[in-house]
């Protein structure tokens, strides 16, 4: 399999849909699949929706950051602030950093099909360092 490992994510040559991310994301976060789209900025429902845009984007490097903010009706200067928000809580964020670590398992797990197999991979991702205060 021909796959880049970046911050715990892998680009492999299977295309994740935003739907099946999202799905993800809503699961994890434990939010309804609206809250994501919507307008409101508490803050479990702002990093869902980083973590949405930053994997997404991460997974699927074809799709342009307009088509990614238009999924969620959001403009394309959201997608890059969030993306680049969510890299810096990726490394000072310890439970940012496990609930991302965490969704990339479940993605794992939809592709591989087996849960087994996808936490043995997921251990061999937990390398990434990480600071926090």
Known sequence: MNAIVYAGLTTSKKCRSMAEIENVVCNVYDIKQGELASKNRERRITDARKAFFYMVKKLNPDF???????????????????????????????????????????????????????????ESLKTIGYYYK
């Not at 602030?81 to 439970?95: A, G, M, W, Y």
């Open 64 to 122: 342009s950051l307009q088509k990614i903010g238009k999924y969620l009706s959001k403009h394309h200067a959201t997608v890059i602030h969030s993306i680049r928000q969510c890299e810096n809580l990726l490394i000072f964020d310890k439970p940012f950093h496990d609930k991302i670590q965490k969704c990339t398992s479940y993605i794992d797990t939809l592709e591989y099909g087996n849960i087994s197999k996808a936490s043995q991979y997921s």
